[in-house]
């Protein structure tokens, strides 16, 4: 690691950030020990959560008491009676309570304590930084339901998350340089039993794709449940197979302005799974481009009010003999609810 560190931040127009972990892993000594131990103080900082689901407020602090705890444990101006001992630092787990977020504010005090107060405080300057990956964090991390598995694989491809904060370097936080999507949002964990045997993923009731292949059901997850929302929410849809045979199926899609204003000349647009085409439409327009289908107002109904909803129906062609949707919708550019 550390030629890794020495050979990169040679090169021109290159940033070098080592890996911290996450708030829910290591405790904040043991990363800040590792990372001193692998060269943290010649590259440009750390980075937490990369694949990970930690929310971005717990990833703060973290990230923070990292920075601190490596100034603590090899800072020699206090006499060096305290160099090397990163166990003594604070964490997420003492004096804090790692389930309480409300305690972490006992590990604050700490720093401030003896670091920000201390004869010889650090500056922002000679403070590590980090970065965050913020790409499947906005709803935090998955949490089981109980004792339902014996190994519930909370990182692998948990169910109901959603994108976190869109990638920035304005991030409020003199110590943290960015916001970032490292893990492609997308891209599968791996194949996900917890503890069972196998080989579906009981939570998805489906096999899930190898690990770094696209998983169209959880980026339609991630994206529809992103917190903050993408854009603002003015639609929710429901989407109902009516009936389906091997070779076509019916659907009914209906629209619902859940927002404050007209929708006029409405439109909503879906992927079809597979190799999926649409027959024919009736009470909207369709138009297929490769696997996504986009409905667009028909000339008689051309504004949904407030409150209000528009449905229409189509037959499609399929392969298999049943028909199971992407459910994304998208209307004008932002995510629909999907119910």
């Not at 309570?97 to 590990?107: C, G, H, I, V």
């Not at 929410?233 to 045979?245: E, G, H, I, L, R």
């Not at 070779?247 to 404050?260: E, T």
Request: net charge negative; proline share 7%.
């Amino acid at each position: 690691m550390n030629y890794a560190v020495d050979k990169l931040t040679s090169l021109p127009n290159t940033a070098v950030y080592l890996d911290g972990t996450h708030s829910s892993w290591l405790g904040v000594g043991d990363a800040a020990n590792r990372l001193v131990r692998a060269g943290v103080q010649r590259a440009d900082g750390f980075f937490v959560n990369v694949s990970n689901y930690e929310l971005t407020a717990h990833l703060e602090k973290y990230g923070t008491w990292i920075a601190k705890c490596i100034h603590y444990g090899t800072n020699t101006a206090e006499g060096g009676w305290r160099v090397g001992h990163f166990e003594w630092c604070a964490s997420q787990y003492f004096p804090a309570t790692p389930s309480d977020f409300s305690t972490w504010t006992l590990t604050d005090a700490w720093y401030a304590d003896n670091v920000d107060n201390a004869a010889n405080p650090p500056t922002l300057q000679s403070l590590q930084h980090f970065v965050i990956d913020t790409s499947r964090n906005g709803k935090g991390p998955w949490s089981p339901p109980a004792a339902a598995y014996s190994d519930a694989q909370v990182w692998c491809n948990p169910p109901g998350r959603g994108l976190g904060d869109l990638p920035t370097t304005l991030t409020g936080n003199d110590l943290l340089d960015a916001k970032l999507w490292i893990k492609v949002p997308g891209e599968s964990d791996g194949g996900c039993t917890r503890g069972t045997s196998g080989p579906a993923d009981p939570e998805r009731g489906m096999i899930d794709p190898p690990a770094g292949a696209w998983f169209k059901e959880q980026a339609a997850e991630l994206v529809t449940l992103a917190q903050p929302a993408l854009l603002p929410t003015a639609c929710q849809v429901d989407f109902d197979v009516q009936a389906s045979w091997p070779g076509s199926f019916i659907a009914q899609v209906s629209i619902k302005n859940v927002g404050s204003a007209p929708l006029r000349d409405w439109n909503v647009s879906w992927a079809l799974p597979g190799d999926e085409q649409i027959v024919l439409d009736l009470g909207a327009d369709l138009h297929q481009s490769r696997g996504v289908v986009t409905a667009s107002a028909p000339f008689w109904d051309r504004v949904i009010l407030p409150g209000w909803r528009q449905s229409f129906s189509f037959l499609g062609k399929q392969r298999g003999d049943s028909y199971q949707p992407l459910l994304l919708f998208l209307s004008g550019g932002a995510a629909c609810r999907v119910r």
